[in-house]
């Protein structure tokens, strides 16, 4: 624990001490821990190797350090920065802190009416409509929708991402119209978790030196049809040596009203196979619209439908075949200090193979309910309450039943200081 | 040091706030006049935030040079003004008054620069020495979006909350008086009139636009979080 607190805090203050006090800092940080009280009822949790879609369980109810970060930008020239995220958890995955986003940005100044970004690194593709503060945190609740659980859990672009917008002064310059293309590496066991676990709805995200615990699947046991999979996933690894890509579009009318698209695709081959983990080939389309309505009420809505698939293919159908789908629908009222937001999230994974003993298919839905005050810059007060209700074939193997509802509270109190 | 600088800013400010309303008040009683132009929409609802000016044509040319200078500030992630009208040759600067850094920048033709990254008053004003419109925003916040309108005339304004602007006439003869908003759709030519002006005497000039307008740039209400892209 004294660790993970050194991790978080003393790096961005040593670095604030060398920076320079009249000019802007070259250093821009933010870091902060979360300090909860958690109470939860449902089954055992996935990051404890089982099937519980919470991040936590019976095992870490109560008093805990639910998670550090720092977020750091570093100006190495006008245009030019360098960006790492840092994540701190006490939960034995990974190292006690290590990176989850590291990247170079440059921003060229606009010569015309096309502005250019340009990013290369290991950094979160633009999926997520709800990760937008500091250290990829929810202004609205703790734990991120399953949508954005699964892309905290599996997916980063490690590659490059070129971004071009355009605000054309013929639309009196309120719209925006934003392009991106990414070409990546090293994401290929990603759909692992999805396909073997399924949706989770939680606050953690991977860092690269994780290892992710796989349920006790019958059929990845030694002498089983996919024994050469470790018990673990390690999903930012490079297996197949091909890249993936993904597109991306965005239009927005001023602060009111933003719709995106996302084609992503990991082109991974489903044969591929090393040091225990194998390719996935992942694919999904992902639409996000957020708008503020009369009242001044906020909606946030993220759709994705996708498929993973992994293993020889048989007429078409691989070893391990599934489909993923998941909605949630997100509204959000601020009074000042004080925010209440509620979420409804649908989920669903189907199966297309028929390999026994590796039942995957599942549906459920969850809501959450939060409410979050922030006493100063410094200081924030958190509760969340949700429930998650799923219906998983496979958990007959484990000798549980296949419908489950589990519950969490969480008190949390931010303590959070930048520059 | 640079408190102290501040301060005596402030009390040159007020002394020439009050000279002004002094000078202002002066003028009152010596009655010069004014050019009052209004600004309504399609259905007769005044239109706030138009700039208008009076471009002199041949013979009512002159007018005094730009000395004077103007500030386009930074708060709150948004420039404030956003939109400032200058006469060609003003001096502008762009104090940041945010805590964060910003990187102001134009591509605009009459005017293109950039300010690196700063913060308070790091860099010296810029002289806009072209007229026409300069569209500003910031390298780091997308979306920050302000105008700077450079016009060859000291006659300028904006319309205030009922949608009026009253220009000092100082002087007469033929005029372009012209209006533009980023709000205003309707064809350019349709936004300017020549008119005849003659000291002494006040007028009045009326614009009726046509086509709708789009709605104001939105202020973030606060509801939602919107990330840079």
């Known amino acids: 624990m004294v660790r993970l607190l050194t991790a978080t805090f003393l790096s961005p203050l040593l670095l604030a001490l060398v920076s320079h006090a009249d000019e802007p800092a070259r250093h821009d940080f933010t870091t902060g821990a979360d300090f909860s009280f958690i109470q939860t009822n449902g089954v055992d949790s996935w990051t404890d190797g089982f099937v519980g879609k919470l991040r936590y369980d019976d095992f870490s109810d109560g008093l805990t350090i639910s998670r550090g970060f720092l977020e750091h930008r570093f100006r190495l020239a006008d245009t030019l920065d360098t960006r790492v995220a840092i994540e701190a958890y006490d939960d034995n995955l990974g190292p006690a802190a290590d990176f989850t986003e590291a990247f170079l940005e440059w921003r060229p100044v606009p010569r015309s009416r096309n502005r250019y970004r340009f990013k290369l690194g290991a950094f979160y593709p633009r999926v997520s409509m709800e990760n937008v503060d500091p250290g990829w945190s929810s202004p609205y609740t703790l734990s991120s929708s399953a949508i954005n659980s699964w892309i905290a859990e599996e997916i980063k672009t490690i590659g490059a991402e070129l971004s071009v917008s355009r605000r054309p002064q013929s639309l009196g310059g309120r719209h925006t119209f934003v392009g991106q293309v990414a070409v990546f590496y090293a994401n290929d066991p990603a759909g692992s978790l999805l396909a073997w676990k399924g949706w989770s709805v939680h606050d953690r995200q991977t860092r690269f030196g994780d290892k992710l615990p796989l349920p006790p699947l019958p059929q990845i046991q030694p002498g089983r049809l996919m024994e050469r999979q470790d018990p673990f996933v390690a999903p930012f690894r490079e297996i197949d040596n091909r890249a993936g890509y993904y597109l991306n579009g965005e239009w927005r009318i001023g602060q009111r009203f933003a719709l995106r698209a996302m084609h992503y695709d990991n082109r991974g081959d489903p044969e591929a196979v090393e040091g225990g983990q194998y390719a996935w080939r992942t694919k999904f389309v992902h639409v996000g619209a957020q708008a503020t309505l009369p009242l001044e009420i906020g909606l946030i809505g993220q759709w994705m439908r996708g498929s993973t698939v992994m293993g020889s293919p048989v007429d078409g159908v691989h070893l391990v075949d599934t489909e993923f789908d998941s909605l949630f629908l997100l509204l959000t009222r601020r009074f000042d200090k004080h925010r209440i937001s509620a979420r409804y999230d649908n989920f669903e994974v189907t199966q297309n193979d028929s390999t026994p003993e590796d039942n995957n298919p599942e549906s459920g839905h969850t809501w959450t309910l939060a409410y979050r005050y922030s006493a100063s810059d410094n200081v924030q007060l958190a509760a969340e309450w949700l429930s998650i209700k799923t219906h998983h074939c496979g958990w007959v193997y484990y000798g549980i039943l296949p419908t489950h509802t589990e519950q969490q509270l969480q008190l949390s109190l931010r303590f959070q200081f930048g520059n | ?229």
């Open chain 2, 1 to 229: 040091m640079r408190l102290v600088s501040v301060a005596t800013l402030m009390a040159t400010v007020r002394l020439l706030t009050a000279g002004a309303l002094i000078i202002g008040a002066c003028a009152a009683v010596a009655r010069a006049s004014d050019l009052d132009v209004s600004v309504v929409d399609r259905d007769g609802k005044p239109v706030p935030n138009v700039a208008v000016y009076a471009v002199p044509l041949g013979e009512a040319s002159g007018g005094s040079a730009a000395t004077a200078t103007a500030t386009m500030n930074q708060i709150d992630v948004q420039f404030h003004p956003h939109i400032l009208i200058v006469q060609q040759g003003t001096a502008v600067s762009f104090p940041n008054t945010d805590t964060i850094a910003h990187h102001v920048y134009s591509f605009s033709d009459p005017q293109q620069f950039d300010l690196a990254i700063y913060k308070g008053d790091l860099h010296p004003p810029v002289t806009f020495d072209r007229p026409g419109l300069v569209t500003l925003g910031c390298n780091i916040h997308d979306n920050m979006l302000g105008y700077i309108l450079v016009v060859e005339t000291d006659m300028f304004g904006k319309t205030n909350n009922v949608g009026q602007a009253t220009l000092p006439l100082n002087r007469s003869g033929e005029f372009k008086v012209r209006i533009w908003s980023p709000r205003i759709r309707d064809r350019s030519d349709s936004l300017s009139r020549t008119v005849t002006l003659s000291g002494g005497r006040d007028q009045v000039l009326r614009f009726s636009l046509e086509s709708k307008l789009r709605p104001p740039r939105d202020s973030d209400s606060g509801a939602l979080a919107w990330s840079d892209y």
